[in-house]
């Protein structure tokens, strides 16, 4: 894009709606007291109606980690975005998207963008200079053929990509890894790979119901999920049902906005879940209340679970442990299991502790007693992935000939291994996601001279922030392929600009509900961004230039085309469509039963619900969902740090329009732990561990329990904040069978603070 084009775009959006005004609608719509909690509507968020006149709408869809994966619809003119709204077609997505969302304006034609390939010169320095595509990709596919040349493989590649966009054919930076040889993999999930093990050997695979369903509940506990701030489209359906009569209880160690919602909320000791959730397990057992019809037919080993209830667990040990009063627990137990159907939404932060599998397999153990398995307005939610079956043509490319990897069967392992049934004699080498820092640092053999992130963040969002930084300074060269300058491209020798969503093709699904909604290019890619295949295939021309055969990667593509290869008979009769080109209409719906294992069909070993799995025990674990220790406090306070309602990950809270809500990092403090050590609210604070320290400003608050620092995870554009500086590589219990490594114990952490 020229710079006219530039200026006529930020002419436009500056006119469109300010940073001011739009706080000032928020303000005048009343939504800025009730925000986020509310769904914000695009009348409210949208600027004055100066664009009625030859506009033009493009689909898109947010393909950030997030649960609601919202539809949107993108209005253009003159090839410039005016304003988005939430696509009305999708009964989730409603016509609203959350304030992130109604920000995304501000996001391609933001002056902080990455506008062209860049060189630094000395890593960390800041002394970046502006190159051609050109001369970026010859720096880069020499860099490669040297490599190989050296060390016979290209396994001194690795790749870390996750989540910052899950557009499908975001899978393309896979391939283009796949097209280079056999490559260094970081496999894993940070996020939520414990719970989905847990529900794996509970019922076989992990498969929610529909979230639109929560309005059949009549009892629905919300176990360490904050969709108030998460998933804002899912409180609908959770106010609906409170509507029509259902009690919902909030669990969770923090006060959050959910738990200003419900109807019972019990601030639990961080990490014991798992003992609260035996406990009422217990009493229903005790009292009969669980529902021995459906055990019976349904279940394995729910009379082992039984024994094992009434020898080693009691309502009273429960409450101590958890810190919920006896009788609280057992009269929820009992409105829970007589309340049918009931349901558990579990969330990420509960499984993020050592013990944070077993303690989701307690909970899901709790929802099957009683018979909300298979049940509309049941069900023990997590997550799933039933929609995700499309071609990842993008990431299937073949090797180059000759190419020579990892020998032995350790490759890419889990739910996020695409590679099939495909059998080599070679692998990629994996590499621990969850302890990158500690990879880098020690894998040898080659060691990790190349570094490629893409989608990622991992300075920020990865785990000890210092070793990370060690960690940075070991590779020949790093590669970012990233939209701002972030952390991780302040310690990389190239970044090179990727598109945003609205300038590229592609397709979302989600993780949570059941929609799937197309991403059209919108608006022409500005400056000289790339999308992510886009780059593969660049690289691919300047490989194969420089030496035929190198990479098998296409060098000319089309990203419409791309997109529409992702597509197979079996996504059209899922979602009840002929051809993708029928969702420019809008988002489709998959058509599946609301009620997840309505069949009671279950993927166990069995086929029915496993209390007692012994693949469970054969991974090491307890064969019965019994309770499991958490972290051993190694300092004063436990340090919390979930998402910012400002931001995903590190993504959007470095937004103009964000900053203006959220300027700078904060801790929060209970009064209690603050008078203790002569803190007052507002002062500056030191918060330290074995590990490292932040400093940042304090505010203190009930909220958080007397014992808890909580800050929240994202990266500020204009300060060091990191909460990762506090943070370690501890491993949870779960996540190797699944995902191909274990989780972390991101929550599992101690500090302390005292005034700066
Ligand atoms: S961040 Fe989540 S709720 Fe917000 S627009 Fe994106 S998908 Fe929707």
Redesign the pocket.
């Known amino acids: 894009m020229n710079h006219s084009a530039v200026d006529q775009a930020q002419k436009a959006i500056g006119c469109a709606m300010s940073r001011r005004k739009f706080l000032g609608c928020l303000a005048a719509s009343g939504l800025l007291a009730a925000f986020p909690g509310a769904l914000l509507r695009p009348l409210e968020a949208r600027a004055q109606g100066g664009f009625q006149e030859g506009l033009e709408m493009f689909r898109n ?2 393909p ?1 980690n ?5 539809s ?1 619809k993108t209005f253009v003119k003159d090839g410039v975005i005016q304003y988005i709204e ?1 696509a009305p077609e999708s009964t989730f ?1 409603d016509g609203g ?6 920000a ?1 304006t501000r996001r391609p034609y933001s002056p902080d963008r990455v506008k062209y390939p860049m060189i630094q010169s000395g890593r960390g320095s800041g002394n970046w200079k502006r190159i051609s595509w050109d001369e970026a990709l010859d720096v880069i596919a020499k860099k490669f053929i040297e490599i190989n040349e050296k060390d016979g493989s290209m396994l001194g590649l690795a790749l870390s990509k996750y989540s910052g966009n899950f557009g499908i054919t975001n899978y393309g930076v896979e391939g283009m890894m796949t097209s280079l040889g056999y490559t260094s993999r970081f496999v894993g999930t940070p996020c939520w790979p414990a719970g989905i093990d847990a529900q794996n050997y509970d019922l076989g695979d992990m498969w929610c119901n529909d979230p639109e369903d929560l309005v059949n509940a009549r009892y629905i506990i919300l176990w360490g999920a904050n969709p108030a701030w ?4 899912s409180m609908k359906y959770i106010l609906e049902a409170q509507d029509r009569g259902a009690k919902v209880v909030c669990i969770d160690p923090v006060f959050t906005q959910t738990a200003a919602k419900a109807d019972v909320y019990w601030e639990v000791e961080t990490s014991m879940d798992g003992a609260l959730a035996l406990g009422m397990a217990r009493h229903i057992l005790d009292r009969e209340l669980h529902d021995r019809e459906w055990v019976r037919n349904n279940s394995l080993g729910f009379e082992d679970f039984a024994d094992y209830l009434r020898r080693e667990v009691t309502v009273d040990w429960a409450a101590e442990q958890s810190g919920i009063p006896a009788e609280q627990i057992t009269r929820v137990a009992e409105e829970f299991a007589t309340a049918k159907p009931a349901s558990i939404w579990i969330g990420y932060g509960m499984q993020r502790h050592v013990n944070g599998g077993a303690s989701v397999r307690s909970v899901d153990a709790l929802v099957a007693m009683t018979g909300n398995v298979g049940k509309a307005g049941g069900g023990a939610r997590y997550g799933h992935l039933r929609t995700w079956g499309f071609n990842y043509h993008a990431l299937l490319q073949k090797r180059p000939e000759g190419a020579v990897g990892f020998l032995g069967t350790g490759g890419p392992m889990g739910d996020f291994d695409f590679t099939g049934d495909v059998q080599d004699e070679y692998t990629d080498r994996p590499l621990n996601m969850n302890k990158t820092a500690e990879e880098i640092l020690t894998a040898d053999d080659p060691p990790v001279r190349v570094l490629w992130v893409s989608c990622k963040n991992p300075l920020s969002q990865d785990f000890d922030r210092n070793k990370m930084v060690r960690a940075f300074q070991k590779p020949e060269l790093i590669v970012s392929v990233e939209q701002y300058f972030t952390e991780t491209v302040a310690l990389s020798d190239i970044v090179l600009p990727v598109t945003t969503l609205f300038e590229e093709w592609t397709v979302n699904v989600s993780y949570w509900h059941y929609w799937m909604s197309i991403n059209e290019q919108a608006i022409k890619p500005m400056y000289e961004t790339k999308s992510n295949i886009e780059i593969a295939a660049a690289l691919s021309k300047r490989m194969n230039e420089l030496q035929p055969g190198s990479c098998t990667f296409p060098t000319d593509i089309d990203t419409k085309d791309w997109l529409a290869r992702e597509f197979n008979q079996g996504i059209y009769d899922l979602f009840g469509i002929s051809s993708w080109e029928e969702l420019k209409n809008g988002p489709v719906k998959a058509k599946m039963h609301p009620a997840s294992w309505h069949d009671l069909q279950f993927g166990t070993p069995s086929g029915k619900y496993e209390f007692r799995s012994e693949l469970c025990a054969e991974h090491g674990h307890q064969a019965l969902p019994k309770f499991k220790e958490g972290r051993k406090p190694y300092d004063k306070l436990r340090l919390l740090t979930p998402h910012t309602k400002f931001g ?1 990950h590190s993504q ?1 809270v470095n937004i103009d329009w964000m900053e203006e809500f959220n300027p700078e990092p904060f801790c929060y403090l209970n009064p209690k732990a603050a008078s203790e050590r002569g803190i007052k609210d507002g002062d500056q604070v030191r918060v330290f561990n074995k590990i490292g320290e932040v400093r940042l400003e304090v505010k203190l608050t009930e909220v958080v329990p007397p014992d808890v620092v909580m800050m929240y995870t994202a990266w500020f554009r204009n300060n060091p904040y990191n909460c990762q500086n506090l943070v370690d590589d501890e491993a949870s219990d779960m996540g190797a069978y699944k995902t191909g490594m274990p989780g972390v114990a991101i929550h599992g952490q101690f500090c302390d603070v005292a005034r700066a």
């Open positions: 869809a947010c950030r997030c649960y609601d994966t919202c949107i939430g997505t998207l959350c304030v992130k969302g109604y995304y998460n998933s804002v489209h995903i959007f």
